[in-house]
């Protein structure tokens, strides 16, 4: 297990939870992930095709609460956010 931090860039912008300055950028596979918004708004999570409506949505101050791990690798490149500037997300990652 291995936490990321991530600083929400833009409000209302998806973004990707891994910055493309991240090395190594090409692969960040993972079985789970658990999210801590560790803001003060509501942050929405999803793939490319992110909206605040479709997404899964977490309140300032919130988590998934227990999550899984899948059966199958996923990769963190593939998981967008969209949030307010300045907030912070906290994400475990569980490899």
Same mark, same amino acid.
């Given at each position: 297990? *291995? ?10 912008? =998806?973004?990707?939870?891994? =910055? ?5 950028a090409s692969s960040h596979?993972?079985?789970?992930? +658990? ?8 942050? *929405? ?5 992110i909206t605040t409506t479709?997404? +899964?949505?977490?309140? =300032?101050?919130?988590? /998934? ?10 990769? /963190?490149?593939? /998981? ?8 912070? +997300? ?6």
């Open positions: 297990m *291995y936490m990321v931090k991530v600083t929400i860039a833009a409000t209302g912008v =998806a973004q990707p939870v891994i =910055a493309s300055s991240v090395q190594p596979a993972c079985q789970g992930w +658990l999210p801590q918004n560790n803001g003060t708004h509501t942050m *929405y999570f999803g793939d490319s095709a479709n997404s +899964l949505q977490v309140g =300032a101050g919130g988590s /998934l609460g227990s999550f899984p791990a899948i059966a199958y690798a996923m990769d /963190l490149n593939e /998981l967008y956010v969209i949030g307010t500037s300045g907030d912070v +997300l906290n994400i475990m990652v569980f490899p």
